[in-house]
Nanobody, 123 residues
Framework: QLQVVESGGGLVQAGGSLRLSCAAS?????????VGWFRQAPGKEREFVGG????????YYAESVKGRFTLYRDNVKNTVYLQMKSLKPEDTAVYYC???????????????WGQGTQVTVSS
């Protein structure tokens, strides 16, 4: 079993920034996995936001966030970060992270999920 916890969400004005964190505990830690980030807005399906490989050498982003969001990780702290800048009202959603193996993409296998963290961007 792996417990995944997202944190760092909140209310921010359009154009602002937030940094989300993803940690895991239990049988392993997030440092042993690639990590994907997803978001789900009310009434919409969950969508892939981006992913970072286990080493942190490679990152992948959805077109909608490319250039505004940055993924990085600190494997000593067992934490993956999603830095979000130039936030828009359409970024409002619950954000989730999930460990996976291999290249993190929308189609990767994700077994363990956290409760998510709410991001609200006001106009």
């Amino acid at each position: 079993q792996l417990q995944v916890v997202e944190s760092g969400g909140g209310l921010v004005q359009a154009g602002g920034s937030l940094r989300l964190s993803c940690a895991a505990s239990g049988r392993s830690t997030v440092s042993n996995y690639a990590v994907g980030w997803f978001r789900q807005a009310p009434g919409k399906e969950r969508e892939f936001v981006g992913g970072i490989t286990r080493s942190g050498d490679s990152t992948y982003y959805a077109e909608s966030v490319k250039g505004r969001f940055t993924l990085y990780r600190d494997n000593v702290k067992n934490t993956v970060y999603l830095q979000m800048k130039s936030l828009k009202p359409e970024d409002t959603a619950v954000y989730y992270c999930a460990p996976t193996v291999g290249i993190p993409s929308a189609a990767s296998p994700y077994v363990y999920w956290g409760q998510g963290t709410q991001v609200t961007v006001s106009s």
